[in-house]
Nanobody
Framework: QVQLVESGGGLVQAGGSLRLSCAAS????????MGWLRQAPGKEREFVAA????????RYADSVKGRFTISRDNVKNTVYLQMNSLKPEDTAVYYC??????????????WGQGTQVTVSS
């Protein structure tokens, strides 16, 4: 049973913007936190951003601070990642995830299939 479905990826020029969406089942959306990770070719999966169930706490990787914003719509059971000022090094498959713990401790339980983001120079 698919719990998380990402969308919104694509090809964009450097400096451009994209908004990723992650539609979750009601059960998954009630997890302690929702987040985004990414994996570039030949690299390990890395944390990007997380948001608490209440929406009151967020956390970002240093590499995206000031450029990316995570948010959630508790009516639509959807989490978003607004990505601005994109750089070629942001190119990766972006995964939505959910789990237990805080936005700092982050124990992942559920994963989406991923959506490709490609930033051209």
């Amino acid at each position: 049973q698919v719990q998380l479905v990402e969308s919104g990826g694509g090809l964009v020029q450097a400096g451009g913007s994209l908004r990723l969406s992650c539609a979750a089942s009601r059960r998954t959306f009630s997890s302690d936190f929702m987040g985004w990770l990414r994996q570039a070719p030949g690299k390990e999966r890395e944390f990007v951003a997380a948001i608490a169930r209440s929406g009151g706490s967020t956390r970002y990787a240093d590499s995206v601070k000031g450029r990316f914003t995570i948010s959630r719509d508790n009516v639509k059971n959807t989490v978003y990642l607004q990505m601005n000022s994109l750089k070629p090094e942001d190119t990766a498959v972006y995964y939505c995830a959910a789990g237990a713990g805080s936005v700092v401790t982050r124990n992942y339980n559920d994963w989406g299939q991923g959506t490709q983001v490609t930033v051209s120079s």
